[in-house]
């Protein structure tokens, strides 16, 4: 499946809360799957990593869970030491 990554801007400090049940419930209706994020220092701004369908998926699980997506790039497998194969 396709992975993107989202960039997320807030105007407030956020804390992640990787069981909020709304956000699980609203990708699974969507066909995304949340699999890791990114916080920056400042707690403002997240970078996620999703697997969906496409682009316009990642939007509407966003929109419908009232989160920014100020940012979707699609992006091709990991690349550094922790991937490679012996």
């Known amino acids: ?10 105007a407030e400090e956020i804390e992640l809360d990787p069981n909020n049940e709304v956000i699980l419930k609203i990708n699974e209706d969507v066909g995304v799957k949340w699999l890791y994020s990114f916080l920056s220092l ?3 701004k997240t970078y996620c990593l999703y697997e969906a369908p496409n682009a316009d998926a990642v939007y ?24 490679a194969t012996a």
């Open 1 to 10: 499946m396709p992975m993107f990554i989202i960039e997320r801007n807030f």
């Open 42 to 44: 400042d707690k403002k």
């Open 60 to 83: 509407e699980a966003a929109r419908r869970a009232q989160v920014p997506a100020d940012t979707v790039i699609q992006v091709d497998a990991p690349v550094g030491p922790a991937f």
